[in-house]
């Protein structure tokens, strides 16, 4: 008995050792046994057991006679090979079943079994282990046989098995800037439990664009600059994300949220809208089916036609600024030493011609490189979109008291990179119409204005305006009964001043807000006007509400005799207008000082008043200049649409010559 | 003393008016508004008492990941009709103050730029204030 349980010890081990030599570079070679005929696989078995069942009835007789125990000797070593044969096609054929199943983590444990045993083996209590019997050792096997097919729960949850992206949306959002975020906001405001998923081509969370123009290049602290944060005129520290990280929901577990939450995908665009199922697709292929969404896909920086056959060199050499990553490579320019020119008189040139110019004079203050600003546009003045032209003119000259150099009237015809490697930019002079002008710069900035991203359009079958360009949709900002459009995006009707496309930040919080709000079932048409301000320097900052087109009718009232020199006050009604808003306005008001009057009689000291936008004799719009804090009284004028005849009396509801 | 002159070919006229010229009352009267326009943006409290949880004033508070808990607390607080008003509405308020614990950088301290919670609470006092 003794003998016979110590061959089959000796067998458990043999198996072992012929197991793990046998496993691998033999599995096609156990594959073909197993693959062929089983029957002398089974003869083994069959005859092991028998051999088995043998040796046992054998070995309960003890006759200790030489002969016989020589003959024994040979039995056993014939079993032992027999049963070490059986035992190995067992572990051949289960094996290859776990190579088929195979996980690192079934291995694992199989292999901790194996070391376990052979540890126990080798172990003191090797007698102990002898005393087992066949069916406990079978049983033994069976457990490993189970550990190598078992699932392994810890492994492979539920987590890993969800997409990162849902497949599904309660609220779609396509685009992540302002009007996005307003919308998010405002919808989850009005559904509590919301869950809204906003899928946007940004690498950044939704931020701020204004500061990006202002606030950020008079920040003298790059430390601050490098955390996304800015400085505002006031000093109070401000950071160009509007929510932290933290307000954001995972949008892998987003749909599992009992409260709900805002989940972005950055880096994503969606590039297919299917109105007919309700789905929209992104640039990886991605499939999301939606409930309600809103476009809110903003625009993108237009281009010259003298830079459309630009070479890789001069590419490098340009400048399409709209976003952070925009500001952090011109800031790098701009401390180099550079010299760039803006091409582009509207908001966003005229503010980069200012900011940038303070940043070079700054610069070179502290004795670091500092480069020249040059300001080209074709026409007459800053901001003569908006601008009456007197007026345009006048602020030309300002931003020139900036510390850059304006050339209007310029029509650009060309672009190259020379020799020494700088950017020559030729163009038409007015006072020299004969000969071609050229300037010469390191970098160029082009701010022509931007192009809405209206791709969807064509997937979506909705339909996009030939005049003002955009979505269109209808007083309520809805394209179709699940569809809706807000920001730079958007033409839409505007009850008191018709069709609009508003390419304003107030704008954008606005109708991001309304869309939201109409999203989760209301039906609110526009109605609050939407406001706008830009700052060009220290000196000249403006407030405008409206329809401020300057090829309208316009009456202006300015302060004359001399301003007093107190500085503007935080009016808590401005405060309270928009909260989003109001930080920009609050700081104006304390960085916005009078200048000196230049006497009673200078008839071209336009440095405070009203200006009045008429059509057919009402007030349509209405731009405030170097005067706060008045918007509310604006807006309402506008609201009333009455005739005007009398505008000394409108002037009065102003109060400008008052701080 | 003031005078006028017209630029652009007579589109634009301009006005230079002193401050004796602007100083008595306009004789502009405006249109009297609604009562409650639907369609205006209200106040923290809207007229007919209920909560406006897109207030801009609340800076997202209700919209955030707190929102709901939030909301149950501001609800009490501004539903309570005891002379201490919101002390029945500790256990609202503490939950709101676990909550906040969760999202440091979004509720935070003073010197962080997005804080809601000043202007939550700033909004609440308002909101007690306003006489309706």
């Known amino acids: 008995m003794q003998t016979s349980h110590l061959t089959r010890l000796a067998s458990i081990q043999h198996f072992n050792l012929i197991k793990r030599s046998l496993t691998r570079p033999t599995g096609p070679v156990l594959r073909k046994l197993i693959a062929s005929d089983a029957s002398p696989t089974t003869n083994y078995v069959r005859t092991t057991c028998e051999f088995r069942f043998a040796s046992t009835t054998t070995s309960s007789s003890n006759d200790g006679q030489n002969s016989h125990d020589e003959e024994q000797k040979k039995k056993n070593i014939t079993n032992l090979m027999y049963l070490a044969g059986a035992v190995t096609g067992l572990g051949a054929i289960y094996t290859i079943f776990q190579n088929r199943k195979s996980s690192k983590e079934k291995q694992d444990a199989v292999s901790a079994y194996d070391t376990k045993q052979l540890k126990s083996q080798h172990a003191d209590d090797k007698l102990d282990a002898s005393k087992k019997t066949l069916v406990e050792k079978v049983g033994d096997l069976q457990d490993r046989k189970l550990l190598a097919e078992e699932e392994q729960p810890v492994e492979l949850s539920k987590t890993d098995l969800t997409p990162v992206i849902p497949s599904f949306a309660q609220y779609l959002i396509i685009g992540g800037g302002t009007a996005a975020l307003s919308a998010f906001k405002s919808i989850r405001a009005h559904d509590a439990t919301a869950k809204v998923l906003v899928i946007s081509s940004e690498k950044y969370y939704p931020y701020m664009r204004p500061p990006l123009s202002k606030d950020v290049w008079y920040t003298d602290d790059d430390n601050l600059l490098n955390q996304y944060m800015f400085k505002q005129w006031n000093g109070q520290e401000k950071s160009l994300f509007v929510f932290d990280n933290e307000f954001y929901a995972d949008v892998k577990t987003l749909n599992d949220e009992e409260n709900g939450g805002v989940g972005v995908v950055l880096g994503r665009k969606v590039v297919n809208l299917d109105l007919k199922t309700s789905v929209a697709k992104l640039d990886n292929g991605w499939e999301i089916s939606f409930e309600k969404c809103l476009i809110a896909t903003g625009g993108q920086p237009k281009s010259l036609k003298v830079f459309q056959t630009a070479s890789n060199r001069l590419k490098s050499k340009l400048t399409l600024y709209r976003g952070i990553d925009d500001f952090f490579a011109l800031k790098k320019v701009v401390d180099s030493g550079a010299d760039v020119t803006i091409i582009g008189g509207g908001f966003l040139g005229s503010e980069l011609a200012c900011s940038l110019a303070h940043r070079a004079t700054e610069n070179g203050k502290r004795g670091n490189p500092n480069g020249k600003i040059t300001q080209l546009m074709p026409e007459a003045g800053n901001i003569s979109k908006v601008l009456p032209e007197y007026l345009s003119k006048w602020a030309t000259e300002r931003v020139r008291d900036e510390g850059a150099d304006v050339l209007t009237n310029v029509e650009l015809v060309g672009a190259s990179v020379v020799q020494d490697g700088k950017v020559s930019l030729s163009y038409i002079d007015p006072q020299n119409p004969k000969k071609t002008s050229y300037i010469t710069s390191d970098h160029v900035v082009v701010a022509v204005g931007i192009e809405p991203n209206t791709d969807l359009a064509k997937s979506a079958g909705l339909e996009v305006d030939p005049d003002q360009g955009g979505f269109l949709v209808n007083a309520e900002l809805q394209a179709r009964h699940n569809v809706w459009v807000a920001g730079d995006a958007a033409s839409f009707y505007d009850i008191n001043l018709g069709r609009r496309r508003v390419e304003h930040y107030d704008h954008a919080i606005v109708s991001g807000k309304l869309a939201g709000e109409n999203m989760t079932g209301a039906h609110k048409p526009y109605w609050h006007q939407s406001t706008f301000w830009s700052d060009l320097g220290p000196k000249v900052g403006f407030e405008a509400i409206g329809l401020t087109d300057s090829q309208l009718q316009t009456v202006a009232v300015y302060a004359k005799g001399k301003p007093t020199d107190e500085e503007q006050k935080r009016d808590s009604e401005g405060n309270r207008e928009q909260q989003d808003v109001a930080p920009e306005a609050t700081a104006n008001d304390l960085k916005h000082k009078l200048p000196e009057s230049k006497g009673n009689l200078d008839k071209d000291d336009y440095s405070k008043g009203v200006v009045f936008y008429l059509k057919e004799n009402k007030v349509v719009g209405i731009v405030l200049w170097n005067v706060f804090n008045r918007i509310a009284i604006a807006r309402k004028i506008i609201k009333d649409q009455q005739e005007i005849t009398n505008f000394q009396e409108l002037a009065k509801l102003f109060n400008i010559h008052q701080d | ?132």
Not at chain 2, 46 to 63: E, K, T, V
Not at chain 2, 77 to 95: I, V, Y
């Open chain 2, 1 to 132: 003393m003031s005078f006028c002159t017209k630029e652009g070919n007579g589109k634009d006229k301009i006005m230079f008016l002193t401050k004796d010229d602007l100083s008595s009352p306009s004789t502009i009267r405006h249109k009297e508004d609604e009562a409650f326009d639907p369609w205006e943006p209200h106040g923290l409290i809207l007229p007919n008492g209920s909560i406006n949880w897109d207030c801009p004033c609340l800076g997202g508070m209700a919209s955030g990941p707190c929102g709901l808990v939030f909301r149950r607390a501001y609800t009490c607080f501004h539903n309570s009709s005891s002379q201490m008003k919101g002390a029945e509405c500790m256990s609202d308020f503490d939950a709101l103050t676990k909550c906040f614990a969760k999202y440091p950088k979004l509720y935070g301290g003073k010197d962080k730029s997005n804080s809601p919670t000043d202007a939550a609470t700033s909004a609440l006092v308002d909101g007690i204030n306003t006489p309706k």
